[in-house]
């Protein structure tokens, strides 16, 4: 998104809180960090704001959304970009999500919710199908656990009612029928009145080549995808995003800033598995690579309920992201591997390399997360683009690294 916001004619300075060790090659970093919302947290972002005459503030991620930072950021004459903390409960708590879309008929997964372990064991024991147990609160996106029998449904409610692996955000749990189909992501920018959507993409979210493995924060994702005709997009706007922004509306709540639909497409039709109140990654870089308006300009109008003016067309060629992540990922991994070749990858045209987790220390770039690197390539056709990004990931390396050379293959 900075490397976007950075072509604006209109970009004077850009920060970011606290960056990594490729931002500051876009704009500036700054010891700002949301992670926690608290009053000293948002004391110092206002404070920097206001020293800084900063008129729009993004907020990328879930946690700070949830917690209410854009409120409570809110000022005349700065624009804060990503909705306030009640529209945000659509990702922060899956059991209202569910509740949203039950009221507004938005078709989604069968589910429950449970406390107790007694009773949700009860509840599968009895359902013998398989099922999806989920952490209702935010849990880095590890908190869905795909379970084929009952014995693995029962471990997985354990795992969140009994042993509080994800804390609070796992102490209510829904227990989902299990849905088959393709996944896809459809955002949209919902400028409180008018709906916007994007190209459809597709992220893989696990970590094994033919979707195989633990689920991860997402290895992969290419846009546009065909799974999307232009009829299926037109019925997922008007069923499913308008319908949601309009049971919040009803509720007293105005939706600004990205909708995130998260779609199983099911031979009943596409069916919500979650909504995020922001950009997905890496669903973003694709995005970003293809979009050809002004990103300065379109957050701008979807803070101030002006989408209709902007303009915001795409580029023809397909994006291929693939994430490079560290030796352990999605489990531990270590971090301070010594990153290299990176402006080697960069050398071919259409290639742009964003980072995730890194950091730039007196050694040079090393890692600092599990994500890594999100290596994209432009190509006419996905099959370009997928074979220009993984030849872009092997000229990059740190020890350990590792990256799935198959993204976009559901399609191929
Ligand atoms: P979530 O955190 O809700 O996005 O779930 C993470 C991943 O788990 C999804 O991307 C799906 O691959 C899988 N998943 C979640 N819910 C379901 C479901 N009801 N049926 C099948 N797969 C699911
Ligand atoms: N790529 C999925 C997410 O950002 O939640």
């Known amino acids: 998104m900075g490397w976007k916001l950075k072509q604006s004619p209109r970009c004077g300075r850009l920060y970011f809180g606290p960056g990594n060790g490729g931002t500051g090659a876009v704009g500036e970093n700054v010891p700002l960090n949301a992670d926690v919302v608290d009053t000293k947290t948002v004391d110092e972002i206002d404070y920097f704001c206001r020293q800084n005459d900063i008129s729009l503030v993004v907020i990328g991620p879930e946690n700070p959304l949830a917690e209410g930072l854009a409120d409570r950021l809110e000022h005349p004459g700065r624009a804060v970009f990503g909705p306030g903390a009640e529209a945000a409960r659509l990702e922060a708590d899956k059991a209202f999500a569910k509740q949203i879309m039950k ?35 935010l849990a880095k996106g590890k908190g869905a656990i795909v379970c084929d029998t009952v014995d693995e449904a029962l471990a997985a409610l354990r795992v969140c009612l009994v042993d509080k692996v994800f804390g609070d955000a796992g102490a209510t749990v829904l227990v989902e029928e299990k849905m088959v189909g393709q996944e896809v992501s459809i955002l949209a920018l919902v400028d409180g009145r008018n709906i916007f959507v ?57 939706y600004r800033g990205v909708l995130y639909a998260g779609l ?149």
């Open 198 to 254: 994007l190209d459809p993409t597709q992220d893989h979210k696990q970590a094994g080549e033919g979707d195989t493995g633990p689920n991860t924060g997402g290895m992969g994702a290419y846009c546009p995808t065909p799974l999307v005709s232009d009829k299926l997009m037109s019925e997922i706007e008007r069923d499913i995003l308008v319908a949601a922004v309009d049971a919040l509306r009803r509720d007293g709540v105005t």
């Open 264 to 412: 199983m497409l099911t031979a009943g039709g596409p069916k919500v598995i979650e909504f995020n109140c922001r950009f997905g990654d890496p669903e973003v870089q694709p995005l970003m690579m293809r979009l050809k308006g002004d990103l300065l300009e379109i957050m701008l109008a979807t803070c101030e309920g002006r989408l209709d003016e902007v303009d915001l067309s795409w580029d023809k060629r397909c994006c291929c992201c693939v994430v490079m992540a560290s030796g352990g990922y999605p489990d531990a991994y270590a971090k301070g591997k010594v990153i290299r070749g990176i402006a080697e990858a960069e050398a071919e045209p259409g290639v742009a390399v964003f980072h995730a987790g890194t950091v730039k220390g007196k050694g040079g770039l090393v890692t600092a997360g599990g994500r890594v690197l999100n290596v994209c390539a432009m190509g006419d056709d996905l099959k370009a683009a997928q074979a220009k990004a993984n030849a872009a990931c092997g000229k990059i390396s740190f020890d350990g690294a590792w990256f799935r050379r198959d993204i976009g293959y559901r399609v191929m």
């Open 103 to 137: 009221s507004a008929s938005i078709p989604t997964a069968d589910a429950r919710t449970f406390t107790d372990y007694a009773a949700a064991a009860r509840y599968v024991e009895a359902r013998d199908e398989p099922v999806v147990v989920k952490a209702t609160g």
